[in-house]
């Protein structure tokens, strides 16, 4: 609800969608430069493993992982809990990532507004 009415009562113009693009540089702020992030499994490995498009992110190798142990030891699958670990915590990592992305993009349309505030008072 808090971001909901910061999008579109409060605050519209320093509150980014969370549906769009970033707009600032993604190496603002960074001198010596960020690691990429890379997609290790393939989009035809995904495919053939008829993963939905939902779960296709930076996570899906190990979700292509967890899935072939479950294969592997069916009727067991408490075997593959393991997979499953690294495949939940990969997933946790990679929201809280998105919410550190959200959260810097928020800072700096805010940032920006400040700004261009005091230089409009000033002049």
Known sequence: MG???ALYVSN???TPAPSQEPSFDPLYGFPNGRKERV???TDEELSSAKIPL???D???HLLLKYQSC???VWPFPYKCAHEKHEYLTCEYEDYILRMKE???ERRLLQRKQRIEAKSKSSE
Request: hydrophobic share 35%; aromatic share 14%; charged share 35%.
């Open 12 to 14: 519209p113009d320093g």
């Open 39 to 41: 997609m290790i499994a």
């Open 70 to 72: 479950r294969a592997d």
């Open 58 to 60: 930076y996570c899906a």
């Open 102 to 104: 959200y959260e810097r």
């Open 54 to 56: 939902e779960n296709r």
């Open 3 to 5: 971001n909901a009415w």
